[in-house]
């Protein structure tokens, strides 16, 4: 964000477009957008923590998990405002990402990798094994059903609110010793960053980011939360729609969000393949591409056109 | 296919791409009823082509290919049949924007057949508010049937689901069958059960329990496994189960783990059970998989509610069934004569969709379709066991309650054959 004004003017765009869209939309078709503004919310928590902390996580479904089933049982059995679930959602990730922070500060790369892995292969365990709380396989029904445009207005303005909030955190203080910790941990010490300190706080903004776009998701999937949604595939999906986003870029967001959001949906029209294993080949495909030609993500893409416009 | 490449190639430009779809995409409502137009019916349907449950991928293609037979016979009332089948891996994350998009984009006239508990539970609401039927769901479990007319606190539902219906016997009507021959045949039997620990093997528990009444003691060890452990886990509860000296064992249990139990049972010396297998996993493809591994499939029993590909194949339905699959699913020949019982078991679906459909009148609404199944008598379907019926009325809400006993014999090249009478499993 060193160039404010043309940052701005894009930003101006997005939130105009973003605005009229559901005038011209049709009501399905809201509702795919307001996908895409869901996982704006993960892949922009998770692009925190793995763009600019350096620190990876293979287990930031588990997280979405942690927040949509609190979004729902809140709902099931106290009839709570949805919104006010959200929050919820937000405190517990966060509490629940510094806690998982903790091995961060004992292992990296693969080894942290791994940690998170584990997360997300366990967490969709646990209503199965407290079935009467948490609905077990049967899953959790919340007591209120939104409508298409509730989610889409819900999922943006959460987008917006998190996007604003990241600016504001990185801009600073915290986004310089993030940067540090990323670029190497020993030059950050020597520069007087507590390791601990930011590491885990990496964490715990990314998960109650995380925590939020789960509570929408479940609302998105009728207010419904099951094991099955939260599997390991999810947190792939949210590692490879940080990757496609590429770092600190509103537009690397929005394609990463819009590659993981519209991916199911896109996928299962490809003609032959398109109705089985569609998805697959299409994520696949995808994944390579944007590895091969874009190694910095959409943000790689859009600094090379500025350069190239300038040049 | 251009709105995939333009989506693909320059994600950039999404939300905008979105909107020029959006332009196209306000398709034609034809008449008063969504997905009935002068030619045509258009239903839809959600089923695992791929993911953890993509063994049961076969049903919607023998379903459709049902359609395709009946089409090419002049379709019902004048008006074909167009199956919209889609893939949700067996992920309610992804049954929901699937279900939406039949529903709000597709205008499908009812929702018929998807699979799975779970899924269902995810859209039962939504369709219900929207006056969708969701109809003949491929599950056992009992909400289908028992939240027609009142609230389901306990499966999240706070109003009753009257568009909704399943169509297969329930779990826990099957199991009180087992309880029952056990106390015939074996009165002093000590029971060992392995059941799953979810939803679907606890009704199947609660269900034999209930059927064993005061005589419950007798289940001697009761051994839970999850959906996800390795055969090796699986295989320890089955030797729990045989030290605790149960004489009877019941396997309550999809389809990998029933078969790493009978293999592991197979190979406990001096160890013969009677051995009961849940319907769910009695498909003989599957059991001869177990012979493979070291089981002796030999009198292990059953129930079924279908005809047998193999076994009957001199039945007028069967005969009917090879002539429809080979001509609308050829790729599935091989599948059908290996007597995969998921391939009858869609065809008997869509018959069942079809027979509601000729009732529902010669222009059928969601109103009179869900009438007509509502009010199902269904003596000839070709395809269920002969002999048993489909039936609904006002207070009878599972189309199907009844099954017979099948036996195993003829070792890891054997089949079921059936044995005794049609029975009733019904509330």
Not at chain 1, 135 to 158: D, F, K, Q
Not at chain 1, 196 to 218: D, M, N
């Amino acid at each position: 964000m060193k160039r404010q004004i043309p940052a701005l003017a894009s930003l101006l765009v997005v939130a105009a477009v973003l605005c009229v869209l559901p005038f011209i939309l049709s009501d399905y078709n809201i509702y795919l957008a307001a996908q895409v503004g869901i996982f704006f919310v993960a892949v922009l928590g998770l692009n925190i923590l793995t763009g600019y902390t350096g620190q990876i996580s293979i287990g930031h479904g588990a997280f979405m998990a942690i927040g949509g089933y609190t979004t729902a049982v809140m709902s099931r059995d106290h009839h709570t405002n949805l919104v006010v679930t959200m929050l919820m959602a937000l405190a517990i990730c966060f509490v629940v990402g510094l806690i998982v922070g903790l091995p961060a500060l004992r292992f990296s790369g693969v080894y942290l990798a791994l940690v998170t892995f584990a997360l997300a292969v366990s967490v969709p365990f646990i209503p199965l094994q407290y079935s009467t709380f948490l609905g077990g396989v049967g899953g959790v029904t919340s007591s209120e059903e939104v409508s298409n445009l509730w989610i889409y207005v819900a999922a943006w303005t959460c987008s917006a609110i998190s996007f604003l909030l990241a600016w504001l955190l990185l801009r600073g203080r915290l986004g310089r010793a993030f940067r540090a910790i990323r670029d190497s941990e020993i030059a950050a010490v020597a520069s007087g960053v507590e390791l601990p300190v930011y590491k885990t706080l990496a964490f715990g903004i990314s998960a109650a980011y995380a925590g939020v776009a789960g509570s929408l998701f479940v609302l998105a999937t009728n207010g419904f939360a099951n094991p099955d949604e939260f599997g390991i595939f999810l947190s792939l999906q949210l590692l490879v729609g940080a990757a496609i986003a590429g770092l600190g870029s509103l537009w690397g967001i929005l394609a990463g969000a819009a590659f993981v959001g519209l991916l199911p949906q896109v996928s299962s029209s490809v003609p032959v393949i398109g109705h089985d294993q569609g998805r697959d080949v299409v994520f696949g495909a995808a994944v390579i591409l944007v590895m091969l030609l874009l190694p910095d993500g959409f943000a790689g893409l859009v600094a090379r056109l500025r350069r190239l416009a300038r040049a | 296919m251009q709105v995939n490449r333009r989506k693909l190639g320059a994600l950039v430009c999404v939300l905008l791409a979105t909107a020029a779809v959006a332009g196209g995409a306000a398709a034609s409502h034809a008449g008063k009823t969504p997905g009935v137009s002068k030619h045509q019916i258009l239903i839809g349907g959600t089923f695992p082509y791929s993911g953890p449950a993509a063994l049961y991928k076969t049903i919607p293609t023998a379903e459709q290919a049902y359609y395709a037979y009946v089409n090419a016979k002049g379709g019902v009332h004048g008006r074909k049949i167009k199956d919209l089948a889609v893939n949700d891996e067996y992920n309610p994350a992804e049954t929901v924007p699937a279900v939406k998009k039949l529903v709000e984009q597709n205008h499908v006239f009812a929702i018929v057949g998807s699979l799975g508990t779970a899924p269902g539970l995810a859209t039962w609401k939504y369709l219900n508010t929207r006056h969708v039927p969701q109809v003949l769901l491929a599950t056992g479990d009992a909400y289908w049937g028992k939240c027609v007319h009142r609230a389901c606190p306990g499966a999240g539902s706070t109003s009753p689901k009257p568009w909704t219906m399943g169509w297969q016997p329930d779990y826990p009507g099957e199991a009180r069958l087992y309880a029952k021959y056990i106390l015939k045949h074996k009165p002093n039997a000590k029971i060992g059960v392995l059941y799953q620990d979810d939803a679907f093997g606890k009704n199947y528990l609660n269900g034999l329990k209930s059927g064993l009444g005061s005589h419950k003691s007798q289940i001697v060890d009761a051994q839970a496994y999850s959906v996800t452990d390795s055969g090796a886990v699986v295989g320890s509860h089955v030797v729990h189960i045989a030290t605790s000296g149960a004489d009877a064992f019941v396997i309550f249990a999809t389809p990998s783990a029933a078969i790493a139990a009978l293999a592991t049972e197979g190979q406990i010396p001096n160890w013969h059970p009677l051995t009961i297998n849940s319907n769910v996993a009695a498909n003989p493809v599957f059991m001869r998989i177990a012979a493979k591994n070291g089981a002796n499939p030999n009198g292990v029993l059953s129930t079924t509610y279908l005809s047998s590909a193999t076994t009957q194949g001199d039945l007028p339905g069967m005969k009917l069934a090879k002539t429809i699959i080979h001509k609308y699913a050829p790729a599935l020949d091989q599948q059908f004569a290996s007597g995969d019982s998921n391939l009858v078991y869609g065809l008997a679906v869509g018959w069942t969709f079809v027979d509601g459909l000729r009732h529902a009148g010669k222009n059928p609404t969601r109103k009179s379709l869900m009438h007509a199944l509502r009010t199902l008598n269904e003596k000839n379907n070709p395809f269920i066991y002969p002999g048993m019926s489909v039936k609904t009325s006002k207070k009878r809400n599972f189309p199907m309650q009844q099954l017979i006993f099948i036996k195993w014999s003829g070792g890891g090249t054997g089949d079921f054959h059936a044995t005794g009478k049609v029975l009733n499993s019904g509330h």
